[in-house]
């Protein structure tokens, strides 16, 4: 235990710790079926106080922020910097992408509680407060991301349907 560690090998003993569970929740991540993340599951819904993302730029600025951090692109190269493509599919596609990193990020979280137990607590609490910080702000951006790809997919689904409508309409149907 870090406890009863020096002050060097408690930091190395958390270090690793925290770099195992990170790693770890990267492979679980990229291993299980993306069914997993399915955005209508309870865990992705939007919160009431979120205000279908208006939380997010209106009280965190998120705006302001969020393209100054990095971004993982994953093996099968999915940038989540900006659309490629506005198709159904695509935007299906992006928002799963949203919860797996929604996922990872506030998994990685957890290890903040593991930190805090394991540790004493001028150790434990500002250890426990870095990993929360390096993890959070991640986790807040893929919601923030999901709200507004949501509301861009039901656009595109009205304005084909109202396209079909009309089209039908016209040929008679």
């Given at each position: 235990m870090p406890k009863d560690q020096t002050f060097l090998n408690a930091m190395v003993i958390n270090i690793l710790i925290a770099a195992v569970w990170h790693f770890s929740t990267f492979i679980i991540c990229v291993s299980v079926d993306?069914?997993?993340?399915?955005?209508?599951?309870?865990?992705?819904?939007?919160?009431?106080?979120e205000r279908g993302g208006k939380f997010y730029s209106d009280v965190l600025k998120i705006n302001r922020w969020k393209d100054m951090l990095p971004q993982h692109i994953g093996k099968n190269g999915f940038s989540k910097d900006h659309l490629d493509d506005v198709s159904i599919e695509y935007l299906d596609e992006f928002i799963m992408e949203t919860c797996r990193g929604e996922w990872n990020h506030s998994m990685n979280c957890m290890i903040s509680v593991v930190i805090v137990i394991i540790n004493t607590?001028?150790?434990?609490?500002?250890l426990s407060f870095l990993v929360f910080l390096g993890n959070l702000p991640f986790a807040l951006i893929q919601r923030y991301n999901r709200f507004r790809l949501q509301r861009l997919r039901s656009t595109i689904i009205r304005k084909e349907q109202l396209k079909n409508k009309k089209a039908a309409l016209k040929s008679g149907g």
């Open positions: 993306t069914s997993f993340f399915d955005p209508e599951k309870k865990m992705y819904l939007p919160k009431k106080w607590p001028v150790m434990g609490i500002p």
